[in-house]
């Protein structure tokens, strides 16, 4: 089965700062999709970027961009230039691929992230 | 072009009792996945729904169920409520092979 782990459940940051979100991974497929998802106080889970395993490239959108190491199974968020509307929730979810139907998402315990004005 | 539309958006039941939960899935999505989020948790799957089959469940009892119907909108059932099925219930709905799209949940209190 797989797991997924963020050891951090609290960071903050300066506005306009940059800060980065841990999250490692276990599984035993070869091909997959990593995710990070923000959960507002709204509750509804936003996806933030996404990263296929085959890809060697990185992600990124915007302000957004991840360090995705396979070999280490390490998937790490960067938020540059920090703003207050980026404080929420942020959780890190695997989901497999190698079956049809395979799809469900498995979540990390997330991570707290605080701006600080 | 309206998302996941999640009702009630809270709700309290008695232990013991039955409570229903219901999911309208994005404009075009054809699946749908429910999740059960604790306090301080992640999501945790449910089940999962396509073609009015459950096609996925997670490990959960089966006084979870679920129902999908022909408009793909869809039912999470929960019998015989205990105190530590109070949570925030997701549903998400997709197309087979994308992305997901997530509700703003309902909220459950047993007390």
């Known amino acids: 089965a797989q797991t997924v782990t963020q050891s951090q459940p609290e960071m903050s940051v300066q506005e306009a700062e940059t800060v980065t979100l841990s999250c490692t991974y276990d599984?035993?497929?070869?091909?997959?999709?990593l995710f990070w998802y923000k959960q507002p106080p709204s509750r509804q889970m936003i996806l933030v970027i996404r990263?296929?395993?085959?890809?060697?490239q990185n992600a990124t959108e915007n302000r957004f961009s991840v360090n995705f190491q396979k070999a280490a199974k390490s998937f790490s968020l960067k938020i540059s230039d920090s703003q207050l509307g980026d404080a929420a929730m942020y959780f890190c979810?695997?989901?497999?691929?190698?079956?049809?139907?395979?799809?469900?998402?498995?979540f990390g315990t997330g991570t707290r992230l605080t701006i600080i004005p | 072009d309206a998302g996941v539309t999640q009702s009630p958006t809270h709700l309290i039941k008695t232990r013991g009792q039955q409570v229903t939960l219901r999911c309208s899935p994005k404009?075009?999505?054809?699946?749908v996945s429910w999740y059960q989020q604790a306090l301080g948790q992640g999501p945790q799957f449910i089940f999962q729904?396509?073609?009015?089959?459950?096609?996925q469940r997670g490990n959960f009892p089966d006084r979870f169920s679920g129902h999908q119907f022909p408009n793909y909108s869809s039912e999470l059932n929960v019998n015989a409520l205990l105190l530590g099925d109070s949570a925030l219930y997701l549903c998400?709905?997709?197309?087979?092979?994308?992305?997901?799209?997530f509700g703003s949940g309902t909220r459950l209190t047993v007390v």
């Open positions: 729904y396509y073609e009015e089959e459950e096609r």
């Open positions: 998400a709905s997709s197309l087979v092979g994308k992305g997901y799209t």
């Open positions: 404009s075009g999505h054809d699946t």
């Open positions: 990263q296929e395993a085959y890809k060697q």
């Open positions: 979810a695997y989901r497999g691929i190698s079956n049809f139907g395979n799809e469900k998402l498995t």
């Open positions: 599984t035993s497929e070869s091909d997959y999709y």
